[in-house]
C-alpha cells in the first residue's frame, strides 16, 4: 500500500494569498509528482522532481512552484493565488519497476478553492 | 497532439454483470499502460497494469487487453459490484520524458 499524505484536504482562500499545498511519502520513492485535476476530469501534469534539488515542469503551464529540498517531501507553492487556481491537486510519487514502468501512487488531494 | 482518451464518458452496469471500460490511445512509442480507479473525493488507486509485450494480463476480477494493432486498451471488470462505481482512468507513459498522459475519464455507475 502507499503512503503518501497532502494537507490540507480541502483550503479555501482569498485571491492574492501565499499558499503551500504539502505532500510527503514515507516510501522513499525517488519521483515525485503534482497533477492538477477539474472535476470528473483528466490529470494534467504541473511539476515532477527525479529526487533531491531536482524540479522538473510538466505538460500543463502552471503558475506554482516547488521545492525538493527532502526525498519524502514535495511542497508546492502559489505566491498570490486566482480564482483560475480553483481545481484539485494531487501528489503522487513512483516506483520504477524493472521491466515495467513508472507505477504512480497518489494522495488524496488538495481541494482548493480561490474567491 | 498525443492523447490518451475514452470512448465513453459513462457507464452503467447491473450488479453482477461485467463492464467493459475502453481506451484509444495515439502515442505509438508508448510501452506501459496502467488503469486507476478514482472513487469521489479520493486520488487515483492503481488496478492493473501492462506492458506492450504483452495482450492480456488478469488481476483480481480484472483483466486489462491491449490491442497495438487498432492503439486500443481495454478494462474488463467480472462480476460488478456497487464498490467499483468509480471513474476509470487509463493512462500511457507516452508524454515527455515518459510520464504519464490521462485519458478524461469513464464514470461507471452500479445499479442494485
Known amino acids: 500500500e502507499a503512503d503518501i499524505y497532502q494537507t490540507p484536504r480541502y483550503l479555501v482562500i482569498g485571491t492574492g494569498k501565499k499558499i503551500t499545498l504539502e505532500c510527503s511519502q514515507t516510501m522513499g520513492h525517488d519521483k515525485m509528482y503534482w497533477y492538477q485535476q477539474d472535476p470528473g476530469m483528466e490529470l494534467h501534469l504541473i511539476h515532477y522532481s527525479y529526487g533531491v534539488n531536482s524540479t522538473e515542469k510538466g505538460d500543463l503551464s502552471s503558475e506554482s512552484t516547488v521545492s525538493r529540498i527532502r526525498t519524502e517531501h514535495f511542497p508546492l507553492t502559489l505566491e498570490s493565488a486566482r480564482p483560475s487556481h480553483t481545481s484539485q491537486y494531487l501528489c503522487?510519487?513512483?516506483?520504477?519497476?524493472?521491466?515495467?514502468?513508472?507505477?504512480?501512487?497518489f494522495g488524496s488531494g488538495t481541494q482548493l478553492s480561490v474567491l | 497532439g498525443e492523447s490518451v482518451g475514452l470512448h465513453l464518458p459513462t457507464l452503467s452496469v447491473q450488479e453482477g454483470d461485467n463492464s467493459i471500460i475502453n481506451c484509444a490511445y495515439s502515442n505509438s512509442a508508448s510501452d506501459y499502460f496502467i488503469w486507476y480507479k478514482q472513487e469521489s473525493g479520493k486520488g487515483p488507486q492503481f488496478i492493473i497494469d501492462i506492458r506492450s509485450n504483452m495482450d492480456k494480463r488478469q488481476g483480481q476480477r480484472v483483466t486489462v487487453l491491449l490491442n497495438k494493432t487498432v492503439k486500443h486498451l481495454s478494462l474488463q471488470i467480472a462480476a460488478t459490484q456497487p464498490g467499483d462505481s468509480a471513474v476509470y482512468f487509463c493512462a500511457e507513459n507516452g508524454g515527455s520524458q515518459g510520464n504519464l498522459i490521462f485519458g478524461k475519464g469513464t464514470k461507471l455507475s452500479v445499479k442494485p
Open positions: 503522487a510519487s513512483s516506483l520504477r519497476i524493472e521491466g515495467q514502468g513508472e507505477k504512480l501512487f
